[in-house]
């Protein structure tokens, strides 16, 4: 069964400082899917890694996917307080050839002035 | 524009009675999605389609139902056999490859 793991649950961060949040899988996948979620919003697709290597940026954010560590980052650089939200890793669950996605607990981030 | 409409945005259930969530898309994506999002967790799957006229259990499918009469539309019903029904839910389609776009879900609440 595949588990997605997320770290930290929190982070709560000054502005201007970077960080990085981890997202931890326990079966092969070469696919993983960040997004971000907004207090009682639905999800907004941030990033999507389909290789090993796999590098992509978007102002602030940076996600990277290494699929032999089954390991994927999302680094924050100099945050800012629009950042603050939930983060969620999620993980293409392949089998009999349907896809699904396995969602990470999420990484609730909260940027302080 | 193309998107997923969720209906409606807020619904009040109360004991022994079965609801509907509306999931509608204009996407023409043959695979929908339902999750499901308690206070302060991740998503859990409930059911999912691949195509019209086919479905499958997620996770967490007992106490809910589904069709996939159009390929638009995939509503969930969730019956009174859901003991703990107050959650959001959320409803998606897509592609794996692209990423899956969400609607603005259904908040669901026992009274």
């Known amino acids: 069964e595949l588990k997605v793991e997320q770290n930290p649950l929190f982070l709560s961060m000054q502005e201007g400082k970077n960080y990085t949040i981890y997202c931890n899988y326990s079966t092969t996948s070469d696919r993983l899917y960040w997004y971000r979620q907004d207090p009682g919003k639905s999800l907004e697709s941030l990033f999507v890694?389909?290789?090993?290597?796999a590098v992509k940026q978007e102002g602030r954010l940076m996600a990277s996917l290494d699929t032999k560590a089954r390991l994927s980052t999302l680094h924050i650089t100099a945050a800012v307080h629009d950042l603050s939200a939930t983060y969620f890793c999620a993980v293409d669950q392949v089998g009999s050839g349907t896809y699904k996605y396995i969602f990470g607990t999420g990484t609730r981030l909260k940027v302080l002035a | 524009d193309g998107g997923i409409t969720q209906s409606p945005k807020y619904l009040f259930r109360k004991e022994g009675q079965n609801v509907t969530l509306s999931c509608e898309q204009n996407?023409?994506?043959?695979?929908m999605y339902w999750y499901r999002q308690d206070p302060g967790q991740g998503l859990r799957l409930i059911y999912y389609s691949q195509i019209v006229n086919d479905f499958q259990k997620g996770d967490i499918a007992e106490g809910y139902s589904v069709s996939r009469e159009k390929k638009e539309s995939f509503p969930l019903t969730v019956t009174s056999a859901q003991k703990n029904p107050t959650a959001f839910y959320l409803c998606?389609?897509?592609?794996?490859?692209?990423?899956?776009?969400f609607g603005s879900g259904t908040r669901l609440t026992v009274v």
């Open positions: 890694l389909l290789s090993n290597g």
């Open positions: 998606a389609s897509g592609y794996s490859h692209y990423g899956y776009t």
């Open positions: 996407l023409n994506h043959d695979a």
